[in-house]
């Protein structure tokens, strides 16, 4: 049974096949569901449980933990990931009671089915005794949903974050060895559900400044036994500042679209612009999500469709709005053969995002001089706009 520390065990489940969450969000390194087992000298807590795929995981660990009573289940979040086997605890552990705050509770009422009876409920701050160990339970909602909590175990100075500093990653080793495998999963993570969440989180990070913390457990990923590497990571990820990148998402269907793009990201290049470019055909959508957390600019490129946007592209658009990056300008390249409302469309679909549009360059037919030029004309002001930010 892996320790963290003295009677504080690992119980949760290693995913190492799940490719996809919430039916949406790549896994290329699978998950873990991570639950924690605290055990005081007088009472035992778990906190949280497992995605219900990996419910008989859950219980095999706790009876190999040795657990004959659980006094508490403590449930960070309601999300099923996390929450989805506190019904089955329950039914083997009738005696416990499930400690959350009040908005928790309404969604584990509302999503498992649970009595009012079962609760218990706590507020910001507030603590719970387990003996010789202490939870206190700090708020820090929007990581991504607004109900969620995290524990500090007092006399341990474990932090246990739920989502926030999580990584979608399978690993066999409970901590952190390869700083830059975890740094590159807890950024994708960050960026397919935080990102729009920057303000808050921000919020939280000030909350826990003066909490002294040797370790953070988060409900995803390995467990951090230098937590300054993920605080550290989740600051730069919030800053207000971009960075001197162009991220370019496209579609071509037949080569109008795809030459423009090429010739645009060699103009881009030419004036010392980081590009990162997406055919959407076979671009991962983290991979996306996560080249949005720090470029300045977002550079959309499609073909006319039916009058307008190809579909995949209209997607893309629709996810960075959602994700709400800190991106400051956005533009629109691409190709139509006889009209079409397309720019109007996409400018549309982004209408979340406080970012200035560029005026847009669209070819008619294969581009032709003119519009190359007018490509050079944007690619000039994207580099101006970026110098204009004093941006690295
Ligand atoms: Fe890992 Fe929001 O659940």
Redesign the pocket.
């Known amino acids: 049974m892996l320790e963290l520390k003295t009677n504080i065990f690992a119980v949760g489940a290693i995913d190492w096949d799940r490719r996809l969450f919430d039916e949406l969000i790549p896994l290329p390194d699978g998950t873990t569901?991570n639950a924690y087992l605290v055990k005081g000298s007088e009472k035992t807590a778990l906190l949280d449980t497992v995605d219900p795929t990996k419910r008989d995981v859950l219980i095999d660990n706790l009876i190999a933990a040795g657990v004959d009573k659980i006094d508490y289940i403590i449930a960070h979040?309601g999300?099923q990931?996390?929450s989805g086997c506190i019904g089955d605890i329950l039914m083997l552990h009738p005696e416990a009671k499930v400690v959350t705050n009040p908005m928790c509770k309404g969604m584990l009422i509302d999503l498992l089915r649970l009595e009012e009876g079962q609760f218990i409920t706590i507020d910001d701050g507030g603590q719970l005794s387990l003996g010789d160990k202490t939870l206190r339970f700090v708020y820090t909602p929007w990581v991504?949903?607004p109900e969620?909590i995290s524990t500090y175990l007092i006399e341990d100075k474990i932090f246990f974050s739920?989502?926030f500093f999580?990584s979608h990653l399978a690993s066999s080793s409970l901590f952190v060895t390869d700083e830059h495998l975890v740094l590159e999963s807890a950024k994708r993570y960050y960026a397919e559900?935080m990102m729009s969440f920057r303000l808050p989180i921000r919020k939280n990070l000030e909350k826990i400044k003066d909490l002294s913390i040797d370790m953070i457990a988060p409900?995803?990923g390995p467990v951090y036994q230098n937590p300054a590497l993920i605080i550290d990571a989740y600051k730069d990820w919030i800053r207000d500042d971009v960075k001197n990148e162009v991220v370019i998402a496209y579609i071509s269907m037949h080569d109008s679209t795809r030459k423009m793009v090429e010739y645009f990201v060699s103009l881009l290049m030419e004036r010392g612009i980081m590009v990162k470019q997406f055919n959407l055909t076979v671009a991962d959508t983290g991979q996306l999500a996560m080249s949005l957390v720090d470029a300045a600019t977002f550079v959309i490129g499609s073909p006319t469709m039916l009058a307008r946007a190809h579909p995949k592209v209209a997607y893309a658009a629709i996810l960075a709005n959602a994700l709400k990056p800190k991106t400051r300008f956005v533009s629109i390249i691409g190709s139509y053969g006889w009209g079409g409302v397309m720019v109007k469309q996409l400018t549309d679909l982004i209408s979340n995002l406080k970012v200035e549009i560029i005026e847009p360059v669209m070819a008619k037919g294969y581009p032709k001089d003119e519009d190359f030029a007018a490509l050079e004309r944007l690619a000039d002001e994207i580099l101006n706009k970026h110098k204009d930010l004093k941006i690295a």
């Open positions: 569901y979040h999300e990931d996390h991504h949903w969620t739920c989502d999580g559900i409900s995803h």
